[in-house]
């Protein structure tokens, strides 16, 4: 009996000293995993149906269309400040900062674009819009949509979107009935 009143005092000190461990040293970091987010959302478009004359030739069709996009919000999962052991010494490393400066060098060499203008692209972007995915580059080739498309596991913040883009095969025919939607192009 003595033994069994000995395991059952060494098993209740080993639950509280995990209570107190829990409670006091990893307090922070459960509290941080508990306020993240738990919904994310989507943005789907409506898909966009064909428009065709009494005698069904199309005015205005689909095509696939190709993105780059970046999302902001994942990309603030990263820790911001992260502390690393160089020389006994301990060295502030901006994480997230490094990772987006990696991400807009990486899309830059993808895209043909200048990878500062990328980083300051989402930056500026971030702070309007952080939850929503923003595009870099549209009208991507669908090898170069799939070649990205396989990076995005690896890079924390890129997505890749297939969109669909309006075709009016007829050009200005009917365009009064049609009408236009979408920004605003130079012409």
Not at 6 to 11: D, E, M
Not at 121 to 136: E, K
Request: hydrophobic fraction near 40%.
């Amino acid at each position: 009996a003595n033994s069994v009143l000995h395991l059952l005092l060494i098993a209740f000190l080993m639950i509280t000293l995990r209570v107190w461990y829990l409670a006091t040293i990893k307090h922070e970091e459960y509290q941080e995993k508990a306020l993240r987010p738990q919904r994310r959302s989507v943005v789907e478009p409506a898909a966009r149906g064909t428009i065709r004359d009494r005698f069904n030739i199309p005015l205005a069709i689909n095509k696939m269309q190709y993105n780059a996009a970046v999302c902001f919000d994942r990309i603030r999962e990263i820790p911001l400040v992260t502390w690393e052991r160089k020389g006994g010494k301990k060295v502030k490393i901006y994480e997230r900062r490094r990772h987006v400066e990696k991400l807009a060098e990486m899309l830059g060499r993808a895209l043909e674009m200048d990878p500062v203008g990328i980083e300051d692209l989402i930056y500026s972007q971030a702070s309007i819009f952080p939850n929503t995915p923003f595009i870099i580059k549209e009208d991507l080739s669908e090898n170069l949509y799939y070649r990205l498309r396989l990076l995005e596991k690896d890079w924390t913040g890129l997505t890749m979107q297939r969109a669909a883009k309006r075709y009016y095969p007829q050009g200005k025919v009917g365009s009064d009935i049609l009408g236009y939607m979408g920004a605003i192009n130079q012409r």
